[in-house]
């Protein structure tokens, strides 16, 4: 007997389809979210997830094999519906996968390896909101639950077990991860931004938000430079101040147009002696540049141009690229768990491991006793032998009737619940006498201890009859 | 029994060294708890060592030179942990400073016994023990310095030449690096100070004067006055950093030619080698 689900992805990412297409498919509509009209519309499906970022368009779904191609004909009108493409526009866009590989890249997605910035973590919490609404439109059910409560728990391994999500990979990030490991803490410092530009604006706001103590300003125009003091609460000083404004920064932001350095090896020598030799990180994202290079040789000074901000980025992708590597093995045996997980859901293999499990202890038990009654004959043998087998045969009957009466509705939790309660999918291991007396003793007392104040004064049961 | 502690302690120092190259792979917390709860367990067996070592020390009156190594290691790793109380966080110094550790304690076993103080007869005087430990306590945070800006050096040349490698992710910001040696550096400063006070007072009730230009006097005296102008330039000019690392480990090679080559085979006053 085969499986009687199959799990169906159809989607788009920013691989295969360009952001025209995306941004219509993203349902951003807010009054209404796709699974509840896919719920009012299709009925052939079991179980559904909707998944929309930036990056992608995906649809989860878990259905009976033998409705997968009215399935499929529903979906596909129901599309051409809600988006105003004909589906003969769209088909080249979207990928198809199913069983493993859905599986598969639903675990890559979480991860972030498919991701446009690999490793990021953002796509953990998006696929946990699409969960929460799948949950929200009770269109999760079992096999959704178990696959997105696994995909998480991947997630997390990866994360922690990989470096898939070390190192910075935006430039902003980068010159703030770099501050941290020239300055330490950031919360005594001050960032000077030398022109007034979005880009250094921009950059600031990272710092800014990190808690560095002030922001200065220093701009060619000074009324520029006024209003951004303003606007960060700073001072602002014109560029011929600009050795001033230098001796009291820590970070230097620098991004004016000017054609060449305004920032000397000369300039930034001077000021050395006043500032004690504090160390001074300078970021110039200007291009053409504005600081000379000459200034990185100079003590305690660190200048990092945006290309070098660009190849620490780089660095870092390809650090988190050869992490993905490591990531997929783990993936690969998270998606073979699953998958061993989904099979055993079946109903055979279920009925079989109990009834193996029975025969062992059967077996067990009776090798013991036979090693203690010594005399027997054969016949009595073999009454033992069959007392035992019809034993354990009629214990046996009530879980198996039950999973049998009750396969097609609520049947695959109740093979669960019995997968869980013999413990099936443990090794098996040998109950000691001890154990087992124990267990027996301690409800004993519990039943009778709960006999007794039951007959003993109970005033409320008193006042109630 | 004593010197069972002491070779536990080699043992278990080791382990957690260990412990803590996994903490410098990893950077997972639990890896580090594990080896400080290691270190620790060991640096309680090495005080018990030196319990019954100081006893024995003042019973036979009798110092020998192997025990000095052993009693640096056991510092280091005390100010270890002092270090690790203080708001600044510095964890992986316990990867490069256990080896530091290990080295003392293993070559303490490879020093005969026969190596003793020239001052034997005198330790019952209250100023040996004063300016033995201040002595010893100025080593260990000197040591300690040069272990921290080891570490400078290995970062900021990483930051530097825009190749972040190893270090930069694993080792502590810069600022924190150089905050740590300049505690390292007063602290040392002022416990060398006393030391060498002690010892001249010492030497006055004992031997009758104060200062007699030994070699081991001379070249704890430039030691001296090599932090001396260390810190008077970090105050005064504001050196720091690089410079002051580099100085650091210029200090740290004085501190080898006086603690192994003067004492052991220098003649004269206040030396091992007589």
Redesign the interface.
């Known amino acids: 007997m085969g499986l009687d689900i199959t799990i169906l992805l159809i989607g788009l990412n920013h691989k295969t389809a360009p952001v025209e297409i995306r941004e219509k498919l993203a349902f951003k509509n807010p009054s209404s979210h796709p699974l509840e009209k896919i719920k009012k519309e299709i009925s052939s499906f079991k179980e559904g997830l909707f998944l929309s970022t930036c990056n992608r368009v995906e649809f989860y779904f878990i259905l009976d094999p033998d409705k997968k191609n009215q399935f499929l004909t529903e979906f596909f009108s129901f599309i051409e519906r809600e988006s105003s493409f004909k589906w003969k526009d769209l088909e080249p866009h979207l990928y198809f996968l199913e069983n493993e590989k859905a599986v598969k890249h639903l675990f890559e997605v979480a991860c972030g390896l498919d991701s446009m910035v690999i490793g990021e973590p953002q796509i953990l919490g998006q696929v946990k909101s699409a969960y929460k609404e799948a949950l929200n439109y009770r269109t999760s059910g079992l096999i959704l639950n178990k696959l997105l409560h696994k995909c998480f728990s991947v997630a997390k391994k990866v994360r922690t077990e990989t470096g898939i999500g070390g190192g910075a990979v935006s430039v902003s990030y980068a010159a703030y991860s770099l501050a941290k490991k020239i300055l330490g803490s950031l919360k005594d410092k001050t960032v000077l931004l030398v022109g007034a530009g979005e880009m250094a604006e921009l950059a600031c706001m990272h710092f800014v938000s990190e808690g560095v103590r002030k922001v200065i300003i220093a701009n060619r125009t000074l009324s520029k430079a006024i209003e951004l003091a303003e606007k960060f609460k700073g001072e602002a000083y014109s560029l011929d101040e600009l050795p001033q404004a230098l001796i009291k920064a820590d970070i230097v932001i620098s991004s004016t147009g000017a054609p060449n350095c305004i920032i000397t090896k000369t300039m930034v020598n001077s000021i050395l002696k006043p500032r004690k030799y504090r160390p001074l990180f300078i970021i110039d994202i200007a291009v053409p540049r504005d600081v000379e290079q000459e200034v990185n040789k100079l003590e305690n000074v660190f200048l990092y141009d945006i290309d070098d901000l660009k190849s620490v980025i780089e660095e870092n992708l390809k650090e988190r690229k050869k992490e993905a590597l490591r990531a997929q093995v783990i993936i690969e045996t998270e998606v073979f768990k699953f998958q061993k997980w989904l099979k055993e859901l079946d109903f055979y293999p279920t009925l079989r491991a109990l009834s193996e499990k029975a025969e062992i202890l059967r077996q067990n038990e009776l090798s013991k006793t036979l090693k203690k009654l010594k005399n027997l004959s054969e016949e009595e043998k073999k009454a033992i032998e069959i007392l035992t087998k019809s034993l354990v045969q009629k214990l046996l009957y009530y879980p198996i009737n039950f999973i049998k009466k009750s396969y097609h509705e609520e049947g695959k939790y109740a093979i669960s619940l019995v997968r869980q309660i013999f413990e099936l999918d443990e090794p098996f291991k040998e109950i000691s006498e001890t154990e087992i007396e124990d267990l027996y003793l301690k409800i004993e007392e519990k039943s009778q201890s709960q006999e007794n104040s039951s007959k003993n004064t109970d005033p409320k049961g008193i006042l109630i009859q | 029994m004593a010197d069972f502690f002491s070779f536990l302690s080699l043992f278990i120092y080791l382990i957690s060294w260990i412990g803590f190259g996994f903490y410098f792979k990893s950077l997972k917390k639990e890896a580090l708890r594990y080896a400080q709860l290691v270190l620790l367990t060991g640096f309680c067996f090495h005080t018990l060592f030196w319990v019954f070592k100081i006893y024995q020390i003042f019973t036979t009156s009798l110092l020998s030179f192997k025990f000095l190594l052993n009693f640096l290691s056991w510092e280091l790793v005390l100010i270890y942990f002092l270090f690790i109380l203080s708001p600044?966080k510095i964890y992986t110094t316990g990867f490069f400073l256990l080896p530091l550790v290990l080295i003392f304690l293993i070559l303490s076993y490879f020093f005969p016994q026969e190596i003793f103080s020239p001052f034997s007869p005198y330790f019952k005087s209250l100023w040996f023990p004063l300016h033995a430990f201040t002595g010893l306590f100025s080593h260990g945070f000197l040591l300690f310095g040069v272990i921290i800006s080891l570490m400078y050096v290995l970062?900021e040349r990483e930051?530097?030449k825009?190749h972040?490698g190893v270090f930069?992710?694993k080792l502590?910001?810069?600022?924190?690096l150089d905050?740590v040696a300049e505690k390292c550096l007063y602290l040392g400063f002022i416990f060398l100070s006393f030391a060498i006070i002690s010892g001249a007072i010492w030497s006055e009730i004992a031997f009758g004067n104060y200062w007699r230009w030994s070699p081991k006097e001379v070249i704890t005296l430039i030691l001296w006055l090599i932090y001396a102008v260390l810190i008077h330039q970090r105050v005064l000019?504001?050196?720091?950093?690089?410079?002051a690392a580099y100085m650091f480990l210029f200090g740290f090679s004085v501190w080898l030619i006086s603690f192994f080559v003067i004492n052991l085979f220098a003649k004269g006053f206040h030396t091992y080698g007589s």
Not at chain 2, 172 to 176: H, K, R, S, T, W
Not at chain 2, 237 to 243: D, F, H, L
């Open positions: 600044i970062q930051i530097k825009k972040l930069f992710r502590p910001p810069l600022e924190y905050r000019i504001g050196w720091r950093g690089k410079k």
